[in-house]
């Protein structure tokens, strides 16, 4: 049995709650999109123009990522990988209408057993791997791992973005961050007009014990140890942050 079946993620409720409720709580996700789509037409908008991307998203959930890189580019061909069944069925749902798809049920610990047994059941490679709010998931060696496992799976010249969050170089940033989270959901529910509260969620993340943020300087030295170049936190928002590399040769 994998880490990821004895966590609140194999519940369908949870992952359920986590799709209907993002919105309200991920802070300032529509801009985290946004930055993602510019990465994306700056770095790949090129190629897009010459053939089909291949993207892998890694810990797809409801496949939001992808469904923000079709705005941009309807044209890509994806693979979409996730742990829980409700997410990846969702993915599903909300892409049926795109042909040639990929939906994978597996956590990142099983693709990297499966790798080391000589199993790897992807045998592409891709233009752009993504991955939102999952990675954290995994302990320091299995994230480093997981960062080696992408760029063996990456072409010449592709890229890796990480939407994540981090955990802060000291104490006292880390308890600032939580707070101005807990701010920006207060302001958040009044501005959409929820009624259910969610400022409990900063405080329940730094407990859960489902949760392994790394530092953002350990996460980025991780990239670098495993041969990714311009390496670089592209966006930061308290704990919230983007970051990635690009495959040489």
């Known amino acids: 049995m994998s880490k990821f079946e004895k966590s609140e993620w194999a519940e369908d409720k949870h992952a359920k709650e986590f799709m209907e409720n993002a919105d309200i709580y991920i802070l300032e996700r529509k801009r985290l999109f946004e930055i993602l789509k510019s990465f994306y037409t700056h770095f790949l908008g090129e190629k897009a123009n010459q053939r089909p991307i291949k993207v892998l998203d890694l810990g797809c959930g409801d496949g939001a990522l992808t469904r923000e890189l079709l705005k941009k580019d309807p044209k890509i061909k994806a693979t979409l990988i996730d742990g829980s069944a409700e997410m990846l069925n969702n993915a599903r749902k909300q892409l049926e ?31 752009f791997v993504i991955s939102s709010l999952a990675i954290h998931h995994l302990h320091t060696k299995e994230k480093e791992d997981l960062f080696g496992y992408i760029h063996e799976h990456l ?34 529910q009044i501005n959409m007009g929820v009624q259910e509260s969610f400022e409990y969620l900063p405080e329940q993340y730094k407990n859960n014990p489902d949760n392994h943020p790394d530092t953002l300087n350990i996460q980025l030295n991780a990239l670098k140890s495993v041969g990714f170049q311009q390496v670089d936190c592209y966006y930061k928002y308290g704990i919230f942050a983007i970051f990635g590399g690009e495959k040489y040769g």
Request: net charge negative; glycine share 8%.
């Open 155 to 188: 072409n010449s010249g592709g890229f890796f973005l990480n939407i994540e969050t981090v955990k802060a170089p000291t104490d006292e940033l880390e308890s600032w961050y939580r707070v101005l989270w807990g701010e920006w959901i207060q302001k958040n």
């Open 97 to 127: 209408s795109y042909e040639g798809f990929i939906f994978i049920q597996k956590t990142f610990q099983e693709l990297l057993e499966d790798e080391s047994k000589g199993n790897d059941i992807i045998a592409d490679e891709f233009d």
